[in-house]
């Protein structure tokens, strides 16, 4: 396992189980295996995204259209798939006794420099580009400061992605108490935790179907955050060594059942609720199978290089699509061949400017404010670059 798979689940992190919480910082206890298959699970994740917005966008007509639609209609499952994968690999990389200033400005330089550089664009965009909305002063401060997602008014202003990101810095805000509550209750309460956040959206997505106003829970962070807990009672229980959840292969077959069920219920938050046990399911399998060594088709090299630079794509690629559509119109409903061909070459270019993002400004970017927080810590503090 390389030292790249280990950086896109995050910075080395120290055993989470309740033997090391006697430890001094001076004897950190050794870091819990990298988990390779959570990064090739990210970049399909990130797929199904882009394969909505292709959607969208409407290149596709006749029966490609159809197609596309079967297959990635139900494409914003990807971020609930991100918000519980979030919940497990902060879980999975937490460090016993970790201060939250220095939790947060790991979280800060990991996402933070790329949010900045497309809001850049966006910006950019909507001031050259004839037909884009141009922001308010207030609405591009809230999605400077990741509060935009709090407003639906606000939610899809600049970079419409980045209202996702918003429900995840509201997650790392929680995640330092959630961490402690999770190593209070100990294997059994975490699980009935898991089950009253899974309970909670059930009670949310009913909620929604009867009531107009609660179609903002889509986009409401605190709506969003029973997904991250679940992710993180996942992690605790496989730490603990007592996950009990079906195989791999079983899991991404409930997965898939639950995501070609997404047509079949209302549109927004209640879509959640179909895919939220596969998902929950998938996840910490795909760890396990990976700390068995067992088959994973997800820790093939090239898709955990893809899963590397899934975030930066996540960011740009709507960008990429929203730039091309006064060159290719408005829903344009190509014919298969040429829907075909643009679409490739919109995810080329995506792709390869969320290599150049990952290259040459997240990764930097990122050892630059973790290099700078190291020197401000105190000697005595084991390093958490």
């Not at 179609?215 to 962070?221: E, G, Q, T, V």
Request: hydrophobic residues 50%; aromatic residues 12%; positive net charge.
């Amino acid at each position: 396992m390389t030292a790249a798979t280990t950086r896109a689940l995050g910075t080395p992190p120290a055993r989470t189980d309740d033997r090391t919480a006697g430890l001094s910082p001076s004897a950190a206890p050794p870091a819990p295996p990298s988990l390779p298959s959570l990064t090739g699970l990210r970049w399909m994740a990130a797929l199904l995204v882009f394969g909505l917005h292709v959607h969208n966008f409407g290149y596709f007509g006749g029966t490609g259209g159809h197609v596309v639609s079967w297959g990635f209609g139900a494409g914003a499952t990807g971020v609930s798939f991100f918000f519980v994968l979030s919940g497990f690999v902060l879980t999975w990389s937490a460090r016993p006794g970790d201060r939250a200033l220095a939790f947060w400005r790991r979280r800060v330089a990991r996402v933070y420099p790329v949010h900045l550089v497309t809001l850049g664009i966006a910006l950019l965009m909507a001031y050259t580009l004839a037909h884009q909305p141009r922001p308010t002063v207030k609405q591009t401060l809230a999605n400077a400061l990741l509060l935009h997602s709090w407003w639906r008014p606000w939610w899809q202003t600049l970079d419409p992605v980045s209202w996702s990101l918003a429900c995840e810095a509201f997650f790392y805000a929680a995640f330092p108490l959630l961490f402690l509550l999770l190593r209070r209750l100990g294997a059994r309460g975490s699980a009935v935790l898991g089950v009253l956040s899974l309970l909670a959206v059930l009670v949310l997505a009913r909620t929604e179907v009867h009531h107009w106003w609660t179609y903002s829970l889509y986009s409401f962070p605190a709506a969003r955050l029973p997904e991250f807990v679940l992710g993180a009672v996942t992690a605790r229980l496989v730490l603990l060594g007592r996950w009990r959840g079906p195989g791999l292969e079983a899991s991404l077959a409930l997965a898939l059942i639950g995501y070609f069920f997404v047509p079949q219920v209302t549109p927004g938050y209640s879509a959640t609720l179909c895919t939220l046990v596969g998902f929950a399911l998938l996840i910490p399998a795909a760890a396990v199978a990976d700390l068995r060594g067992l088959p994973s088709l997800w820790r093939h090299p090239r898709l955990v290089r893809l899963g590397e630079v899934s975030f930066a794509f996540y960011m740009v690629h709507l960008l990429v699509l929203r730039i091309a559509t006064p060159l290719l119109g408005k829903k344009p409903h190509f014919g298969a061949l040429t829907a075909l061909a643009v679409t490739s070459a919109l995810f080329a270019v995506s792709l390869a400017l969320s290599w150049v993002l990952y290259e040459a400004v997240e990764r930097p970017a990122r050892r630059l404010l973790l290099r700078r927080g190291c020197r401000s810590s105190s000697p005595a503090r084991p390093r958490t670059s």
